[in-house]
Each structure stands twice: as C-alpha cells, then as structure tokens.
C-alpha cells in the first residue's frame, strides 16, 4: 500500500461546480498536512494547511479525519484557472519524512 | 524578492559525466531538500538538510550527494549519472525543520543519454 494515494483523476468539471478529491495516508503518527497545486511541470505551490477542525479560504475547504487517516479537499465554484494538478502532502517528524500523492488532476470546462 | 534559485532549467547529459545542479534561497531558511518527480510516482524526496553540516537521505538517495557548507545553498551531485536519473528535480527550502510552508525552485529537466 502507498503511504499516500490519491485518485489520479481526471476531473473533468464544468465551470460553476463543486468538486471534492480524498487523499488518504498510511502513517497514523502523521503530523502536518498541506494540499499544494501544481500546473503543468511547474514548481508546486502551497494551497493551504490542513487542520483537524477544518479550514476555509475562499472558495476551498480542507478537511483533515484522522481516524479514517484521510485529508480532502473541496473547491467550490470552480473556474478556469482551478485546472492543475493538486497534491496531498503528508509530513512525519518535522519535515524530516515528506510525503507527496502523485496528485488528482483537474480540468475545468468552459 | 524572496525565492528558491534553481540552476540550470534544462539539462542534457551523457551516461557518467559527473553534473552538479544548483540549489540557493536567499531567505535564510534552515531546511533545504530535494526532489525528483517522475510520472505515476509524484515527487520522491531524495535529500534534506535541517541546518549547515546537517543532511540526511529521504527515499530515493542511491546516486546522489549533496552538501550544505553555506546556509543558503543546497547542490545536487550526480557523480556518474545514469539514465534512470532522467527525470524533473525540484529544491524546496522552509525556515525551520518543522511543518513549515515549503518554497519551492522552478525545476530542473534533466535528461540522462
């Protein structure tokens, strides 16, 4: 089992939608967990932090179950610009142990 | 401007001739890593670095070297790079070793012949 995994997509998804992508972990001493967006072979960039008691910011929501050992991630009103691939980042003793998932892809439809 | 200064963008080499890719943030950060992005793998930590003096191996560390004398750089060595080192390489830097916002550098293409 990959210590990460996320369903590669891909997400086809007109514009307006809302649209929803799990990550799950193996490591249940996991520590940190980020959602970055990464367009094509660029560098990522960090999306946001994912906390326990859920964050929000703007149009996406993160959301973190530590008892089912799953992060996701939800973009509301999606617009062109949304289209990326969005990586799950799960981290263990500091950043000594950095995980990535091999991302979800999204295309958003005009 | 804060940033991660990657070097070279794109790189194509012969099988054994030994390359050095170059990693320098310029916001004092402690925590330097790298990685290679393959597709259907994602991104593989190779090396990281907590403080100068300091690195350790991530998952992928067979064929690489990497130094930290200074705090703001963070190499790369391919002593005898292979084929199977052709891939996307990214530096990332953070200020400290814990759970920090990783910065990342805009990538290395590298392709080994």
């Known amino acids: 089992r990959k210590e990460v995994e996320q369903d590669p997509g891909p997400f086809n998804v007109p514009e307006g939608a809302t649209v929803a992508f799990n990550c799950t972990y193996s490591n249940s001493a996991s520590q940190s967990f980020f959602w970055y967006r990464q367009d094509c072979r660029k560098e990522p960039k960090l999306l946001m932090s994912?906390?326990?008691s859920g964050n929000e910011d703007g149009r996406f929501t993160a959301q973190l179950n530590r008892a089912s050992q799953y992060i996701s991630l939800l973009i509301r009103d999606s617009k062109l610009s949304d289209s990326a691939t969005y990586l799950c980042?799960?981290?263990?003793?500091?950043?000594?142990?950095?995980?990535f998932g091999t991302g979800t892809k999204l295309q958003v439809i005009p | 401007e804060a940033q991660v200064t990657q070097n070279p963008r794109y790189l194509i080499t012969v099988t054994g001739k030994k390359l050095t890719v170059t990693c320098s943030q310029n916001?004092?950060?402690?925590?330097m890593s790298w990685y290679r992005q393959d597709p259907g793998l994602g991104l593989r930590q190779i090396y990281y670095?907590?403080?100068?003096?300091?690195?350790d191996k991530g998952d992928v560390p067979e064929g690489y070297k990497v130094s930290r004398k200074e705090k703001r750089n963070f190499p790369l060595i391919l002593e005898s790079p292979s084929p199977n080192q052709t891939s996307l390489y990214f530096c990332?830097?953070?200020?400290?070793?814990?759970?920090?916002?990783?910065?990342f550098g805009s990538g290395t293409q590298l392709s080994v012949l």
């Open positions: 916001m004092n950060h402690e925590y």
């Open positions: 994912v906390y326990s």
């Open positions: 670095s907590m403080n100068v003096e300091v690195t």
């Open positions: 990332a830097s953070s200020l400290y070793w814990t759970n920090e916002k990783l910065f």
């Open positions: 980042v799960v981290v263990s003793g500091g950043y000594q142990k950095v995980t």
